[in-house]
């Protein structure tokens, strides 16, 4: 059956790391080389994905954006700045991802209808999110990681699309979990794709599958790339979680190019 495969396209500094909060004073840019080599992939193995592109990505490659586009992608916003979302009062945030939402529909010509939070911050304490998203013209967020984890999360969401306002009719596609024991057991992108070996991802995207759910994966481009510079992190802990296993990630995606048919978040669900 079909999945589904989203690319974050963001820098390799774009964290949002307790130990990184002092912010870099060199910023050596990565994220057009690295987003050329993923989608010379995708077309290499007849692949389609949604981009949730920065806002300030865009504003700096709209070529990369257009190319994208061209290469019949595609693209959602994931806001302007990598700040996490409930750190936002509401004005803050629909200024932030209006302002990314109109660069986008600029430089392409067409609507985006898709967003992404960084670093899948949604949680309780921002009941405005959704509404804003809707009045800003999204038919779908694709934000809520439904575990809780170290960084972000919530446990009490469905793992699977689902209507979070019945009174709205915006749409969130959350990370996919595999259900273990009755556990959520992430599998599909950021970390979790680093650190488990291919076999068992293989297995927990077959009881998704099994379960007649597509699996949704995520990459950002910079866990392809082991030449990187590396993120100045003075936590041990936080330092594994972004930078364990970046050598093999790439034998992983291409692994699962081969055994996985891809489409994007729009393709899968025809509504939209």
Same mark, same amino acid.
């Given at each position: 059956m079909?999945?589904?495969?989203?690319?974050?396209?963001?820098?390799?500094?774009?964290?949002?790391?307790k130990?990184?909060?002092s912010?870099?004073t060199?910023?050596?840019?990565?994220?057009?080389?690295?987003?050329?080599?993923?989608?010379e992939?995708l077309?290499q193995?007849?692949?389609?994905?949604?981009?949730?592109i920065?806002?300030?990505?865009?504003?700096?490659?709209?070529?990369?954006?257009?190319?994208?586009?061209?290469?019949?992608?595609?693209?959602?916003s994931?806001g302007?700045l990598h700040?996490?979302?409930?750190?936002?009062?509401?004005?803050?945030?629909?200024e932030d991802?209006?302002?990314s939402k109109?660069?986008?529909e600029?430089?392409?010509?067409t609507?985006?209808?898709g967003?992404?939070a960084?670093s899948?911050s949604?949680?309780?304490?921002?009941p405005?999110f959704y509404?804003?998203?809707?009045?800003?013209g999204?038919l779908?967020s /694709?934000?809520?990681?439904?575990?809780?984890?170290? &960084?972000?999360?919530?446990?009490n #969401?469905?793992?699977?699309? %689902?209507?979070?306002n019945?009174?709205?009719?915006?749409l969130?596609?959350?990370?996919?979990?595999a259900k273990?024991?009755f556990q959520?057991?992430p599998?599909?992108?950021?970390?979790?794709?680093r650190?488990?070996?291919y076999f068992?991802?293989?297995?927990?995207?077959n009881?998704?599958?099994?379960?007649k759910?597509?699996?949704?994966?995520y990459?950002?481009?910079?866990?392809?790339?082991?030449?990187?510079?590396?993120?100045?992190?003075?936590s041990t802990f936080?330092?594994?979680?972004?930078h364990y296993g970046?050598? /093999?990630?790439?034998?992983?995606f291409i692994?699962l &190019?081969?055994t996985?048919?891809? #489409?994007s978040?729009?393709? %899968?669900?025809?509504?939209?």
């Amino acid at each position: 059956m079909k999945n589904i495969l989203t690319i974050d396209v963001e820098e390799w500094y774009h964290g949002n790391y307790k130990s990184l909060e002092s912010g870099l004073t060199y910023k050596e840019s990565r994220v057009e080389s690295n987003t050329d080599y993923i989608l010379e992939k995708l077309s290499q193995y007849n692949a389609n994905a949604t981009f949730f592109i920065l806002g300030e990505v865009a504003e700096k490659y709209p070529s990369l954006v257009r190319k994208i586009h061209s290469l019949g992608h595609e693209i959602g916003s994931h806001g302007y700045l990598h700040n996490l979302v409930y750190r936002y009062t509401k004005e803050e945030f629909i200024e932030d991802v209006k302002k990314s939402k109109l660069i986008l529909e600029d430089i392409l010509g067409t609507s985006i209808i898709g967003y992404r939070a960084p670093s899948w911050s949604v949680n309780e304490d921002i009941p405005w999110f959704y509404d804003s998203l809707e009045n800003l013209g999204f038919l779908y967020s /694709s934000s809520v990681f439904p575990r809780k984890t170290y &960084l972000y999360g919530m446990d009490n #969401t469905p793992r699977f699309s %689902y209507k979070p306002n019945l009174n709205l009719s915006i749409l969130e596609i959350p990370c996919t979990t595999a259900k273990v024991f009755f556990q959520k057991i992430p599998f599909s992108g950021g970390f979790y794709f680093r650190v488990l070996p291919y076999f068992l991802i293989k297995i927990l995207h077959n009881l998704v599958n099994n379960e007649k759910k597509p699996a949704l994966f995520y990459l950002h481009p910079r866990e392809i790339d082991p030449y990187q510079p590396k993120l100045p992190l003075s936590s041990t802990f936080e330092s594994f979680i972004h930078h364990y296993g970046i050598n /093999s990630c790439n034998k992983k995606f291409i692994k699962l &190019l081969n055994t996985c048919s891809l #489409t994007s978040i729009k393709d %899968y669900f025809l509504d939209f």
